[in-house]
C-alpha cells in the first residue's frame, strides 16, 4: 500500500519530480488513469542469462519454525558465495536461538523467516547481490535489505557503502538522502556512517536507489523506505568502484566476465530475444499410467530446482519413473534448462510459489502475484502453466484456496514425509518412503539435498519390488472429480 509518506519517493528517474496519476480529482472524466511509476524498484538481472549459475537454498519445516534461505552460486565469484552463505547465516541463527521451543507465537502460529534473492548487476568483473529477508516473529517481525558487490577484478566482496567515495561522500548522500524522504522517518537515524547504507543499488533508468530495512530509520508500520537519486545527485558522490558498479547495473545487455571456468550453457541474452515458447496451456500432461487399474505413488520434489535436480532427472530416466516437481520460481528462474528437462522428460511441474512465503499469512493480491509470477517462468520455459498449486508448508486457508479455485489449480500436499530436511541420511529417507507408501500415496521430498536424491535409487527399487508403479500427481488422481481450490493428500479420499 502507498501511504502518503510512501508517495514522496516516487520520483521520475530525470526530474526527480512524482509521476501522477492522470485520472485523480480534477481530471477530465474521460482520461485513463496512469501508474504510477516506482523509481526505487531496484533494476535485476535475468539469472538464466549467467552462465554457470546455481543456486544454494536451505528449508526446514515444524512446529518449531519455518525456514526458506537462498543465495546465488557464481563460478569464478567464489568470496561472494562466502559472503551470502555468511549474510544468510546471520539472519538464521538469531530466528533459530528465537524459536528454540514449539509454541513461540500464540495459537497455531508457526514462525517464519524467508531470506530471498536477485541479481542487482552481472556485468564485466561486477556482480551485485540483493538479499532481502522478510520475518514473521510476532512484534518483532520485519522485512531487511541487503545488497553486496563483488569486485573482480580485486576478488573483494564490497558493501553497498563502498559504492561511495569516503566520508565526504557518505556526508553528501545523508542530505541528499533526508530530503527525499518521507516525514515518517526519523532524520536523526540516517547517519554519515556505512552501516546506515546497508542496501544501494540502480533502477532501470540508472538511479541510485537507497533503501532501508525495517525499523531502521521509521516505524514498522511505514513499510519499505526508500529514495530514488538522480545521477546529477549522486554521480559526484561515486568511489571508482561505484562508477564501475552502476555502469554494470545499467549495461544493455549484461556480458559478466570474472575469468571462470563456468559452464557455457545458457543463452546471454535477455528472456525476450530468447526462443519463445509454445503458447501457454493449463491442462495436465499427458497420462501414461492408469492409477485406477495399477499401483500407484507420486514421487514429489520441493524447493528445486537445485544443484542435485540434473542426477535426480538422470536417475528417473536410468529407471523410467515419473515424478512431479513443485519448483520455487526464484530457483526455477536460475535453471530454465532444468524446468525443460523435466518436461521434456515426461514429468510434471507444479508450482510451489515464487518466493516460498507461508501464503496463509499473506494478501490474496500477494498469493496471486506470487503464484502467478512462477507460472511465468515456467510457462516462459517449457510452454505450460503448472496445473498444480502446493502452498509452501501446506500452509493454507480461504484466502489461498480462493486464489487457487481463481486461477484453476487443486491444492497438492502430501500424506507420507520423509522428513529430508531433518534427516540428512539417505536411508533414513528411503526407510520413511517405503515403509509408509500406500497406493495413492503422494510422498514430500527435496531436491535441494544430495541425501534425498541419493535416497530416490533405494525408493524406487523397494517400491518397485512391492508392485508401485511410479506416476505423476495429475495420473494419481486422473479417476476422481478434481476441484480447483481444493486439498489434496493422496489419490484416494481428501
Not at 285 to 312: H, I, M, N, S, W
Amino acid at each position: 500500500m502507498l501511504t502518503p509518506g510512501r508517495l514522496l519517493n516516487l520520483a521520475t528517474s530525470s526530474a526527480g519530480v512524482l509521476v501522477v496519476l492522470a485520472g485523480c480529482a480534477g481530471a477530465p472524466a474521460h482520461r485513463t488513469a496512469r501508474p504510477i511509476v516506482d523509481v526505487t524498484a531496484v533494476h535485476t538481472v535475468d539469472p538464466g542469462s549467467v552462465p554457470g549459475l546455481s543456486t544454494v537454498t536451505r528449508s526446514e519445516q515444524n512446529d518449531r519454525r519455518h525456514v526458506f534461505a537462498g543465495y546465488p552460486r557464481i563460478p569464478g565469484a567464489e568470496p561472494l558465495t562466502d559472503a551470502l552463505a555468511k549474510a544468510v547465516e546471520a539472519q538464521v541463527r538469531p530466528f533459530e536461538a528465537a524459536t528454540k521451543r514449539p509454541g513461540t507465537l500464540p495459537g497455531a502460529s508457526v514462525p517464519e523467516l524467508n531470506v530471498r534473492w536477485s541479481l542487482a548487476a552481472a556485468s564485466g568483473d561486477v556482480v551485485g547481490v540483493r538479499l532481502l529477508a522478510d520475518q514473521f516473529l510476532g512484534a518483532s517481525g520485519g522485512e531487511s535489505r541487503q545488497t553486496l558487490w563483488y569486485d573482480g577484478s580485486a576478488r573483494a566482496v564490497r558493501p553497498s557503502a563502498a559504492l561511495i567515495d569516503g566520508k565526504a561522500g557518505l556526508a553528501g548522500l545523508t542530505e541528499a538522502v533526508r530530503a527525499r524522504l518521507g516525514t515518517e522517518t526519523n532524520p536523526s537515524r540516517v547517519r554519515a556512517v556505512p552501516d546506515t547504507y546497508s542496501s544501494i543499488a540502480f533502477n532501470d533508468d540508472g538511479d541510485m536507489v537507497v533503501e532501508f530495512s525495517d525499523y531502521s530509520v521509521a516505524a514498522g508500520a511505514a513499510g519499505r523506505i526508500a529514495a530514488a537519486l538522480p545521477r546529477a545527485t549522486y554521480d559526484p558522490l561515486l568511489s571508482e568502484f561505484g562508477r564501475r558498479a552502476r555502469d554494470a547495473a545499467v549495461a544493455t545487455p549484461s556480458k559478466l566476465a570474472l575469468g571462470s571456468r563456468a559452464p557455457a550453457a545458457r543463452s546471454s541474452a535477455p528472456p525476450s530475444a530468447r526462443p519463445s515458447a509454445p503458447p501457454s496451456t493449463r491442462t495436465p500432461p499427458p497420462a501414461r499410467t492408469d492409477c485406477t487399474k495399477v499401483k500407484c505413488v507420486a514421487l514429489t520434489f520441493d524447493d528445486g530446482p537445485g544443484p542435485y535436480t540434473a542426477r535426480l532427472l538422470d536417475m528417473l530416466a536410468e529407471r523410467k519413473a515419473r515424478a512431479t516437481f513443485f519448483v520455487v520460481g526464484t530457483n526455477a528462474d536460475a535453471h530454465p534448462e532444468l524446468l525443460r528437462r523435466e518436461a521434456a522428460g515426461g514429468h510434471e511441474i507444479g508450482n510451489h510459489t515464487q518466493s516460498h512465503r507461508d501464503l496463509s499469512r499473506l494478501p490474496a493480491m500477494q498469493v496471486n502475484s506470487d503464484i502467478q509470477r512462477t507460472d511465468e517462468i515456467v510457462r516462459a520455459a517449457t510452454g505450460r502453466a503448472p496445473t498444480l498449486l502446493r502452498p509452501p508448508y501446506g500452509a493454507t486457508n480461504a484466502t489461498v484456496a480462493g486464489v487457487a479455485r481463481s486461477l484453476g489449480m487443486p491444492q497438492i500436499l502430501w500424506n507420507v514425509d520423509t522428513r529430508d530436511w531433518h534427516d540428512h541420511d539417505a536411508r533414513i529417507v528411503a526407510d520413511r518412503a517405503v515403509s509408509n507408501a500406500r497406493p495413492g500415496a503422494i510422498i514430500l521430498m527435496h531436491d535441494i539435498h544430495r541425501t534425498s536424491v541419493e535416497a530416490v535409487p533405494r525408493i524406487l527399487e523397494r517400491l518397485r519390488d512391492k508392485g508401485y508403479t511410479f506416476a505423476a500427481v495429475s495420473e494419481l488422481l486422473a479417476g476422481r472429480t478434481v476441484t480447483p481450490g481444493a486439498r489434496y493428500r493422496d489419490g484416494g479420499d481428501r
